[in-house]
């Protein structure tokens, strides 16, 4: 779970966190009904605290084979860069559950590398 800048729990119907830091994803769940359309989902991903930048590097271009066919099959609609290591990506997953299971296979998270926010994003219907 995040906090918010004021110190408080940021738990609302609007926003859930998802923390991966490690190959085990933890979802904190609100129990919100999902159907069998397609949720956005945001991923922040950042390198973890004290990894290893050469096997980071090492692994990169095994990372990027994977978003390629993320994006082939539907799944990664956008991909950005921060200006530094890490990514902003942009998901299509039926289910929470389904979303964590994407990003957990991705290969710098498998290897602990990365921390993970992911974020079920909301039509404001403007």
């Known amino acids: 779970m995040k906090m918010d800048p004021e110190g408080g729990d940021r738990d609302d119907d609007l926003t859930r966190w998802v923390m991966i830091s490690s190959s085990r994803p933890t979802l904190c769940s609100h129990g919100h009904d999902r159907s069998e359309e397609h949720v956005k989902f945001l991923v ?30 539907g799944i990664l609609v956008e991909a950005w860069s921060p200006g530094g290591p890490g990514a902003v990506l942009i998901i299509e997953a039926p289910s929470d559950a389904e ?25 404001l219907g403007i």
């Open 44 to 73: 922040i991903c950042r390198p973890r605290d004290g990894a290893p930048m050469d096997q980071f590097a090492a692994l990169v271009p095994e990372e990027a084979e994977g978003l390629h066919r993320l994006r082939a099959q």
């Open 99 to 123: 979303a964590e299971g994407v990003v957990a296979r991705l290969p710098l998270t498998v290897a602990g590398l990365i921390d993970v926010e992911l974020t079920p994003l909301h039509d």
